[in-house]
């Protein structure tokens, strides 16, 4: 027992290099991360886990297709869906750092780019669902969804510590949320159009509090460097007297 919690803390040690989580769910999840990375067969990749989670993405946004032409009973194709993209897309680079196979830069633009694409998919399969004005809260749920990465991508390089998380809230939270709205949606006719109104509210406002806290980032940056620059030009002027 002791060896398994050891073994346990050392995964997740692993597991968190190079990523700061924030979440709600970030002790649940993380935990079992840790635990399914230790049993993964050697044949499965993280490029491959990467693929599995793009095929979850296309799951939802072919379940919106399917409930347009066919039946609203087939939105809860997205379930599955959902879950199958948390399993690839938190355990694809996680994976990698597990066996000590960590491709930082390749890893972080592969699966930024994917999941870009799989977010417009699910964008667009909702446009089909929705009809008339709503279709524009599906648009505006993508912009913002968007906008809330590149938030993330800009602190990396701002602050130079990598967070998947705006705030208290990451994107399995944000899956938990979308599948509740669709759910909805099966047995409530109409609500998701409602819900996603206030989903995109909510990201406007999490995104707009994420952007001040960057640009105040960015600022203390801009001054320390500044004065890391004075200090070297007093430094020279001492070395030249």
Do not use: H
């Not at 979850?56 to 609203?72: E, K, P, Q, W």
């Not at 406002?205 to 640009?215: G, H, T």
């Not at 203390?220 to 004065?227: G, H, K, L, P």
């Amino acid at each position: 027992m002791k060896e398994d919690r050891n073994k346990m803390a050392t995964t997740l040690n692993m597991i968190a290099k190079d990523r700061k989580r924030t979440n709600i769910l970030r002790k649940s999840e993380q935990n079992t991360i840790a635990y399914l990375v230790q049993r993964m067969p050697s044949w499965l990749t993280s490029d491959g886990l990467t693929a599995i989670g793009f095929f979850g993405n296309l799951m939802v946004a072919g379940s919106f297709i399917l409930g347009t032409f066919f039946s609203r009973y087939w939105l809860l194709l997205s379930l599955l869906g959902f879950v199958i993209n948390w399993f690839g897309d938190s355990l694809d680079g996680r994976l990698a750092y597990y066996r000590n196979k960590p491709r930082k830069w390749y890893g972080f633009s592969l699966d930024v780019t994917v999941d870009w694409i799989g977010t417009i998919l699910i964008g667009l399969g909702f446009m089909i669902y929705a009809s008339g004005f709503w279709k524009y809260v599906g648009f505006a749920f993508v912009v913002l969804y968007g906008w809330e990465m590149i938030t993330a991508q800009l602190r990396y390089k701002v602050g130079g510590q990598y967070s998947i998380d705006s705030g208290i809230f990451g994107p399995t939270e944000v899956r938990l949320l979308l599948a509740f709205i669709i759910t909805l949606e099966v047995f409530i006719p109409g609500s998701i159009q409602y819900l996603a109104l206030i989903a995109c509210l909510f990201l406007l406002i999490s995104n707009l509090m994420e952007a001040r806290k960057l640009i105040l980032l960015a600022d203390q940056r801009d001054i320390e460097e500044r004065q890391i620059k004075e200090q070297e030009l007093q430094n020279r002027r001492k070395e030249n007297a």
